[in-house]
């Protein structure tokens, strides 16, 4: 019997292809498919199973921004954003709950006086809180009451104390929401076309500032908000938190203004008042000699009593934002806050930094040996040292550096 011939494998292969139901599948199926089978054999074979259990548990926690050209979502947000606010508005207490705050408060207080404070007792502190309202139940709790317990001998606190406390708290929230108004991106932060907007809208509400002239808001717009940015953005980021914000004085002595009896010695003070806004702007264009809106290193040389040495004048403009060899108003104001500051660690950063000609971080022997030998020869022709200061102690001390060691220092290895 002859031996039957085999078919070639290509005619199987063709046959079986020919039998076979054609796959109808667009090619994006037939990816999405094969993407999904990957994924599935790949977390098995690296056995994730059990790992995807646990990160389904984790809640959420970021959340992108829209871009710029999402406007849609842009304005979803702010509208969510305005939403929010204006519910945790409604959560404060308005002026009529406060006065009925109050009045429960006198009326639950318990004897005898001490001094000239009414006091009131844990119990009837209790009591007040469960009548005041859902609003003000934040404010009655064991926590608050030890906050405000002093040296009471019957253990119990004053009333006035703890209503400022409350009052305090109203207005902290209700500023931080006014702030939140004018944070764009909704990050907690303020950035300065932000802070600007808000004090510009700030300045029909404060008395103080009936007098200026509309032409003069935007340098004195420029004027506050320098003092925020200067001493609450220390790395320059162009941004501040509206935490740092409420947390600092600056806002209080700003609104501060609101005050129609606020006494001149108070105004002086005060950087945010009319006269001493005016003040700066004032000395700004005085050493403008050539009226072009800017400061040279000549005509910067004559600030204050004109002591400033050109080494130090130097240094200044190598380190700060200067426009074709000349100094801003901005840049100006930095200038005089780090001068007229100078023992806050903002102003001695600033000046620390002229020091630092190596930028080291540290001073050395050359930069010390540079300014001082600056210095004495200046000496010869006016009574003040470097950088207007009275003498080279305070300088020192000045910058944290412990005086007595460094007179020690600077006369053993400096000069020699």
């Known amino acids: 019997m002859a031996k039957e011939q085999q078919p070639c494998w290509s005619d199987v292969l063709k046959r079986r292809i020919a039998n076979s139901q054609k796959d109808e599948r667009s090619e994006e199926e037939k990816k999405s498919e094969e993407t999904e089978l990957f994924t599935k054999y790949y977390t098995e074979w690296k056995g994730g199973n059990d790992k995807d259990k646990s990160y389904k548990n984790i809640p959420r926690f970021y959340y992108r921004l829209p871009a710029e050209d999402e406007v849609l979502l ?13 519910r945790k508005s409604r959560e404060l207490l308005d002026n009529e709950e406060l006065q009925n705050l109050w009045f429960l408060l006198d009326k639950h207080q318990v004897p005898p006086v001490s001094g000239d404070e009414a006091m009131i007792s844990y119990e009837a502190y209790l009591l007040v809180g469960e009548r005041a309202g859902p609003k003000c139940k934040k404010f009655f709790t064991a926590r608050v009451y030890a906050k405000l ?17 409350v009052m305090r708290k109203v207005w902290l929230h ?66 501040i938190k509206i935490q740092d914000i409420l947390a600092c004085s600056f ?10 009896e606020l006494s001149k010695e108070s105004q002086e003070s005060n950087w945010f008042s009319a006269p001493s806004a005016l003040r700066v702007y004032g000395q700004y264009l005085n050493l403008d000699k050539d009226h072009n809106g800017m400061l040279s290193k000549e005509e910067l040389s004559r600030y204050g009593t004109a002591t400033l040495t050109p080494v130090f004048l130097d240094r200044v403009f190598q380190e700060y934002l200067t426009y074709d060899g000349e100094m801003d108003y901005k840049t100006y104001l930095d200038f005089v806050l780090a001068l007229e500051n100078r023992k806050e660690p903002a102003a001695l950063q600033y000046i620390f930094k002229l020091l630092d000609m190596e930028n080291l971080g540290h001073l050395n022997v050359f ?36 005086t007595s060691f460094f007179m020690r220092y600077t006369r053993t290895q400096v000069y020699t």
């Open 74 to 86: 842009q304005k979803l947000r702010e509208e969510s954003r305005a939403v929010f606010l204006q």
């Open 149 to 165: 317990l002093h040296s009471d001998p019957y253990g119990r606190i004053s009333i006035m104390q703890f209503f400022n406390y």
């Open 174 to 239: 209700q500023t931080r929401i006014g702030l939140s108004l004018y944070d764009v991106a909704g990050q907690g932060y303020l950035r300065e076309s932000d802070l600007e907007n808000y004090i510009l809208e700030l300045i029909p509400t404060l008395p103080q500032l009936d007098g200026l002239e509309k032409s003069f808001y935007s340098f004195y717009v420029c004027t506050a908000v320098r003092k925020f940015f200067f001493f609450l953005d220390p790395l320059r980021t162009g941004k």
């Open 251 to 260: 806002l209080d002595d700003l609104l501060e203004l609101r005050d129609e």
């Open 367 to 402: 930069s010390l040996n540079y300014f001082f030998r600056v210095s004495a020869e200046h000496q010869h022709s006016h009574k003040h040292t470097l950088m207007g200061f009275t003498n080279k102690k305070y300088m020192f001390s000045m910058l944290g550096i412990h």
